[in-house]
């Protein structure tokens, strides 16, 4: 349905964009970049999810393939929007501190294709406060960027309401249809509908997450303190993180990386652990995370993640205590592919990074499926 075709009196926008976490504002700074009229309706009063309750990192160098494209491109639109809205944002790079043999093989390994930039010993200890007893070396993941994820999303959302965005916030919708949302304060027409909601894509298209077989990650995170000689200069990621990212976890040399984690170390096997870290702007640190994959995980936090984050963490810095400020429980959209990108009806779109990496693929995503969406609407 386009503009025209709907009437005046009619609750209507050219783009509904059901859900405010990162994807939902991409395709909202997509479209009304475009000079199109955007309505975004929500459930809760401001984004609350995924969107929030990550580590604020960036990790656009360590993606492949589609993932890589779409990090690039949301590298360009955190910019833009960094300055526009006026959020915190650093061109930090991601440090990778390398405590064994096998960790540096894979670092080289990846390095080859540039981007990666190998760090001796004492250049690592420079830029992170690290014991320097048991660090053989790392690398500085050059592209990636940094951001306050509990300031980002809200800024972004006062800055595109100040274009024209239309917020619907502590509204529920109930179904879609070509042209047409139902919402609990009544329905919306519109041109196109952006399903961006996340995890829930199971409460409003049941049938394409059971089709694809998306469910649920719930990680648990915490944010502490601690008495450190240096700040950490970017985020930090580790041997159980290359196991984990794209452009690690293909290398060859991961293999033997990886048995020996499982090997050493099956307790943090078992929590599908990401050992890494993040320091926002008041030198608190983000530490985690587990990982849990369910249909809908349970509520309940094992403490035995939280003390693992600590050991961890007491292992790795120059730090013999750790203040614990807040623990909390994220969740994400964990599915067989990095992406969701699907069209259930005519001018319906599906959107979900379902892999761990919405804030740094969300943006590239919106913007790729949008852009590709209005140009086969003009053809």
């Given amino acids: 349905m ?14 509904v964009v059901i859900g405010s976490g990162i994807v939902g504002l991409g395709a909202a700074y997509a479209a009304v970049r475009r000079g199109l009229s955007v309505i975004v309706v929500d459930r809760t009063d401001a984004p609350v999810g995924a969107s929030i309750r990550n580590f604020g990192h960036l990790c656009i160098g ?21 300055q526009d809205a006026g959020f915190w944002l650093r061109e930090s790079g991601t440090l990778i501190a390398a405590r064994h043999a096998d960790e540096l093989a894979v670092l080289e390994s990846a390095a080859s294709d540039g981007g990666i930039r190998m760090l001796e010993t004492a250049h690592l200890l420079a830029l992170a406060p690290l014991r320097p007893e048991d660090v053989l070396g790392g690398a500085l993941i050059e592209p990636d960027l940094q951001v306050n994820p509990r300031e980002a999303a809200a800024a972004i959302v006062r800055h595109l309401a100040s274009l024209g ?5 502590r509204t529920a919708v109930s179904a879609v249809t070509t042209g047409r949302v139902e919402t609990t ?35 648990d995170m915490m944010r502490v303190v601690a008495d450190l000689p240096a700040p950490l200069t970017a985020p930090l990621l580790t041997g159980w993180s290359l196991v984990r990212y794209g452009r690690f976890a293909e290398v060859p040399e991961t293999a033997a990386l990886r ?20 320091q926002l702007p008041d030198g608190s640190l983000i530490l985690g995370d587990s ?44 599915g067989p592919d990095e992406f969701l990108d699907e069209l259930p009806a005519d001018g319906v779109l599906a959107l979900a990074a379902t892999t ?24």
């Fill in 2 to 15: 386009s503009p025209s075709t709907r009437s005046a009196s009619q609750d209507s926008a050219d783009v």
């Fill in 62 to 82: 360590a993606q492949t393939g589609v993932a890589r494209r779409h990090a690039d491109t949301a590298r360009e639109l955190w910019l833009q929007l960094s």
């Fill in 165 to 169: 965005v239309d917020f619907r916030f």
């Fill in 185 to 219: 304060r009544g329905p919306i027409a519109a041109g196109t509908v952006v399903v961006a909601v996340n995890h829930d894509i199971d409460q409003l298209l049941p049938e394409i997450a059971e089709r694809i077989g998306i469910q649920r990650c719930a990680l």
């Fill in 259 to 278: 048995a020996r984690l499982h090997a050493e170390r099956p307790e943090l096997a078992a929590l599908d652990l990401n050992q890494m870290y993040t």
């Fill in 291 to 334: 990982h849990a994959k369910a249909v809908q995980p349970g509520p309940f936090q094992p403490e035995g993640a939280f003390e693992a984050f600590l050991d961890e963490a007491c292992e790795l810095f120059q730090a013999d205590r750790f203040r614990v400020l807040e623990r909390w429980q994220g969740v994400y959209a964990s």
């Fill in 356 to 379: 761990g990496i919405g804030m740094t693929c969300g943006l590239g995503l919106a913007e790729s499926a949008l852009s590709a969406h209005f140009q086969e609407a003009l053809a």
